[in-house]
Structure formats: C-alpha cells, structure tokens
C-alpha cells in the first residue's frame, strides 16, 4: 500500500517530441505528489508536485496530470529538450508531519538531437 | 537557497569499518532524511528524523543506525561496513509546512559515492 510504481524504467525520446512518465498509487491517504529531477552527479531537485484537489498543473513545459480515480499521476514534457536528459522520481506523501517522501524507482529520459 | 551539505562525494573504505557520512541543512528545517540509491531500486528510505534526537527507521534500516544531536545536522553511521552497502547515499531537509494545505518540498545534498571494499 505504500508503494508508488513508476513507468516505463527508460525513455528515448527525440527532440521537440512529447515525454510521458505514468506513476500510480495504492494509498487513498497520500495527498501531495512530487516529481524530482536529477542530473549525473548531483542530488534530485524538486520539478513541479500537485495536490489531489487539481486535475492538471502546468509550470512551463511540464506538466502533471493527476488522476484521483484511477490513483495514478503522470509528467508530460512537451517539447522535449537535450537538457532534459535526466533520471526523473515521482513521489507521494501523506498528511501526517512525521512522514517521508515514497519515491517511485526513476525513468531514465534521453532526448536525443 | 536552501543548501544541503555532505561531508563527503566520495569515500572508499574496507569491510568492517565503521563509517560516518555527516549532513548539515541551513535552513532550520525540522525533518531530515538518508536514503540510498541504488540503479534500477530509486530512492530508498534508510532513516528520518523529525526534531532532534527523534529517529525513525524507513524502509532499509538494517545495517545502519543514525544521530541528530542539533537540528542542523544528521549523521548517519554504518556499524561494520559490508559490500552490499555500497551506493549513493542521498541527505535531505524539509520544513513542517503548514498545518493546511501548502507542502514543503524536501531539498536534497549532492549526496556522498561509497564504495566499501
């Protein structure tokens, strides 16, 4: 129940196109849902998060789609851009302050030129 | 900027040592977090600690113990370092947030490479 399962492992994606990372839950309690990015050699940087009271939250070209039925969540990349080429996280959390972050197990996305 | 620090990016011990990372945050934050990354298993929750000198195990604890003696600081410690611990190891810091609705992220540090031998 507190696992966050994350798809697909690894991605290629060509430059302009759109990358899709999918992430689902089982925890009906988690009610805060981050992505974090992380470069070679440095530690993961928080991207965009969302609360389940919003179907969709857009910060340039990224975007989070949540869907609260169906418990799963997911990152668009629109435009996709070599500097995009990153290992991506999502993660959930519930309400209680003494709690950690659950992460998913990472996509590997390489946008190629 | 919140900065988190590690003491170290790369260590190389040998088997049976006793080990020491140690991470500082400068933002007052009250949570702090060690998780290990290992390719293909993500992020992996070793311990956490909500105010000083509280610890709570997550999801790997074995092999590891933990202190936090001021807020700034938590320090995790292998006993006896085997192979099997060798990995990324990943600190991170956040605030209580509010009571209500706005979340704080957690901020992580570079992280420290072991490699025990």
């Known amino acids: 129940q507190q696992q966050v399962k994350q798809s697909p492992q690894s991605l290629i994606v060509q430059k302009g196109g759109i990358s899709i990372i999918n992430c689902a839950y089982e925890?009906?309690?988690?009610?805060?849902f981050p992505w974090y990015q992380q470069f070679p050699g440095k530690g993961p940087a928080l991207l965009i998060a969302?609360?389940?009271?919003?179907s969709e939250k857009k910060e340039g070209r990224f975007t989070i789609s949540f869907n609260k039925s169906a418990k799963q969540f997911s990152l668009h990349i629109m435009d996709s851009q070599p500097g995009d080429s990153a290992t991506y996280f999502c993660?959930?959390?519930?309400?209680?302050?003494?709690?950690?972050?659950?992460f998913g197990k990472g996509t590997t996305l390489s946008v190629s030129s | 900027d919140v900065k988190v620090t590690q003491s170290s990016r790369y260590l190389v011990k040998r088997t049976g040592e006793k080990v020491f990372l140690e991470c500082v945050q400068d933002?007052?934050?009250?949570?702090m977090f060690w998780y290990r990354q290992d390719p293909g298993l993500g992020l992996r929750l070793i311990y956490f600690?909500?105010?000083?000198?509280?610890?709570e195990k997550g999801d790997i604890p074995e092999g590891y113990s933990v202190s936090r003696e001021k807020k700034e600081r938590f320090s995790l410690i292998l006993e006896s370092a085997s192979t099997n611990q060798t990995s990324m190891y990943l600190c991170?810091?956040?605030?209580?947030?509010?009571?209500?609705?706005?979340?704080?992220?957690?901020?992580f540090g570079p992280g420290t490479r072991l490699l025990v031998l």
């Open positions: 600690s909500y105010d000083v000198k509280m610890k």
């Open positions: 925890n009906t309690a988690f009610d805060y």
């Open positions: 969302i609360r389940p009271d919003v």
């Open positions: 933002m007052d934050h009250e949570n």
């Open positions: 991170a810091s956040s605030g209580l947030g509010d009571p209500g609705r706005r979340k704080i992220p957690q901020y």
């Open positions: 993660a959930a959390k519930g309400p209680q302050a003494g709690t950690a972050l659950i």
